[in-house]
T-cell receptor, first 118, second 108 residues
Framework: DTGVSQDPRHKITKRGQNVTFRCDPI?????LYWYRQTLGQGPEFLTY????????KSRLLSDRFSAERPKGSFSTLEIQRTEQGDSAMYLC????????????????FGPGTRLLVL | RKEVEQDPGPFNVPEGATVAFNCTYSNSASQSFFWYRQDCRKEPKLLMS???SGNEDGRFTAQLNRASQYISLLIRDSKLSDSATYLCVVKGGSTLTFGKGTMLLVSP
């Protein structure tokens, strides 16, 4: 399967614990995005990387959240001191870089990591 | 005002019906527009891009009206397998902004 993969698919944790999620993008895609989706809502943008550089972060990304993409390939999203409000589906997406001044290709999503904070 | 607004539905239609979804967006500088489909507890998947000239893909037709900041999706001859949530998506810069989605339920 050459699509976006995420690990784990499900995570249950207790409030106050730290969790880390991994995303492996489509191999030739330079851009990697993290989104969060709660029940009844569309996905909400968290942050994105072009290669290893983190280019944009949403206001949703509090100090407890950190994302890395150290070698420009896979990415990790860590949530420290989890809260019940962090319970959501965390989606990763990837896309190639835009060319020719065009807005760029669309984004392809992984299956998500479903987090439940008790 | 939310950046991307959709009627959440659900739209309940019989097989074979034609159904239309609408969406409005607030940022006039938005550059690209899409419809994504999301099945229950699954990731969003691209259904189609939306162009100003309108575009069609089989039973699906998408339209964009930049002046009114309005996007539509028309599904003809609905199938049971079309049951899903349809997400209106607007791209400005590098990030996607999603609507809450419109749920479609197609019944036999």
């Amino acid at each position: 399967d050459t699509g976006v993969s995420q690990d784990p698919r499900h995570k249950i944790t207790k409030r106050g614990q730290n969790v880390t999620f991994r995303c492996d993008p489509i191999s030739e895609h330079n851009r990697l995005y993290w989104y969060r989706q709660t029940l009844g809502q569309g996905p909400e943008f968290l942050t994105y990387f072009q290669n290893e550089a983190q280019l944009e972060k949403s206001r949703l990304l509090s100090d407890r959240f950190s994302a890395e993409r150290p070698k420009g390939s896979f990415s990790t999203l860590e949530i420290q001191r989890t809260e019940q409000g962090d319970s959501a589906m965390y989606l990763c997406a990837s896309s190639p870089s835009p060319t020719g001044g065009l807005p760029g290709e669309t984004q392809y999503f992984g299956p998500g990591t479903r987090l439940l904070v008790l | 005002r939310k950046e991307v607004e959709q009627d959440p539905g659900p739209f309940n239609v019989p097989e074979g019906a034609t159904v239309a979804f609408n969406c409005t967006y607030s940022n006039s500088a938005s550059q690209s527009f899409f419809w994504y489909r999301q099945d229950c507890r699954k990731e969003p998947k691209l259904l189609m891009s939306v162009y100003s000239s309108g575009n069609e893909d089989g039973r699906f037709t998408a339209q964009l009206n930049r002046a009114s900041q309005y996007i539509s999706l028309l599904i003809r001859d609905s199938k049971l397998s079309d049951s899903a949530t349809y997400l209106c998506v607007v791209k400005g810069g590098s990030t996607l902004t999603f609507g809450k989605g419109t749920m479609l339920l197609v019944s036999p």
